[in-house]
């Protein structure tokens, strides 16, 4: 069980944590309060994005082989799932995880409008 942050008993399951998010956290049985895994917020997978894919795909390519892309993978996975259960359940603020989240949509849409223009338009 994992704590709440608002009330620090331990209401929430692995599946509560799993399942939540900042824009559709869990609510706590205890104080009724919205809590949710950090999941996204984390520096982690930002990171990973910027420096350990390039590293891999080019690791990938000097041997020729899909191993180094197959033992990242695990890594990462693994590295996913350590950190999932050591971050508390953390507080939601659901204005700012609304403006999060319409961040993230925009920088996808203007991803998506340059691939189209760079890729499928030419
Ligand atoms: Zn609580």
């Known amino acids: 069980m994992y704590s709440c942050?608002?009330?620090?008993?331990?209401?929430?399951?692995?599946?509560?944590?799993?399942?939540?998010?900042?824009?559709?956290?869990?609510k706590c049985v205890k104080c009724g309060e919205l809590?949710?895994?950090?999941?996204c917020n984390s520096a982690l997978p930002v990171f990973v994005g910027m420096f350990g894919v390039p590293v891999v795909l080019f690791v990938a390519h000097i041997l020729k082989s899909w191993a180094s892309i197959i033992l990242a993978l695990i890594v990462i996975v693994l590295a996913s799932?350590?950190?999932f259960h050591r971050e508390p359940m953390a507080k939601v603020n659901i204005e700012k995880a609304k403006n999060q989240y319409w961040l993230a949509f925009y920088i996808l849409l203007i991803?998506?409008?340059?691939?189209?223009?760079d890729g499928f338009l030419r």
Do not use: R
């Open 5 to 26: 942050p608002n009330c620090n008993e331990e209401t929430f399951s692995i599946l509560d944590k799993f399942k939540s998010y900042s824009f559709k956290p869990a």
């Open 35 to 39: 809590a949710s895994s950090k999941g």
């Open 81 to 83: 799932c350590i950190s």
């Open 111 to 117: 991803i998506l409008v340059w691939l189209m223009y």
